[in-house]
């Protein structure tokens, strides 16, 4: 067992080896050193955008990218009719926005309910106060939009 946790580590160590020197070959035909040394020498900071990359011809040769310009056309809008339901057997919890007293409601347990449509009708004084609140806000910027 020794012998082979032995062998093991020794092809690690081998495989280690011949990564580094790998990336250590290609490292120096790498252009970003000499462009990391000509920034530090320009003052630290260059005037490039943050995550700006510049390829020259050769490295867009080299990595198949091809350049177009840029012409009109026309979008395309896809629209798909469709229902949103929700189970018959589901339910929903609906919240109060503002404390009341609740002074009637308008429907029973299984009846269908539309968006917007009144469900209860709640007698509040934080909303009385909340509403005039909006209505002085709506005046205040009529009053504004005029002027």
Same mark, same amino acid.
């Given at each position: 067992?020794? !012998? %082979?946790?032995?062998a ?11 990564l ?16 990391d /040394?000509?920034?530090?020498?320009a003052?630290?900071?260059?005037d @490039?955008?943050?995550?700006l990359v510049l ?6 040769r ?16 896809l629209?798909f ?5 929700? *189970?018959?057997? *589901?339910?929903? %919890?609906?919240?109060?926005?503002? *404390?009341?007293?609740? !002074?009637?409601?308008?429907?029973? @347990? ?10 209860a !009708?709640?007698? *509040? /004084?934080?909303a009385?106060a ?7 806000? !709506?005046a %205040? ?7």
């Open positions: 067992m020794n !012998r %082979r946790n032995l093991i580590a020794a092809g690690i160590i081998v495989l280690t080896a011949a580094l020197l790998f990336l250590w070959q290609q490292g120096g035909s790498d252009d970003h050193a000499d462009d /040394a000509h920034a530090a020498e003052g630290g900071e260059s @490039l955008p943050e995550g390829l020259d011809e050769e490295q867009i080299a990595a198949d990218i091809e350049l177009a310009t840029v012409q009109t056309g026309a979008a395309i809008e629209v009719p469709a229902t949103v339901a929700a *189970s018959p057997t *589901s339910s929903a %919890r609906i919240d109060a926005r503002a *404390s009341g007293v609740v !002074r009637s409601v308008g429907k029973t @347990l299984g009846d269908y309910v539309q968006q917007g449509e009144a469900v !009708r709640i007698e *509040s /004084a934080d009385a909340l509403a005039s609140q909006l209505s002085a806000a !709506r %205040r910027v009529t009053e504004l939009s005029a002027a």
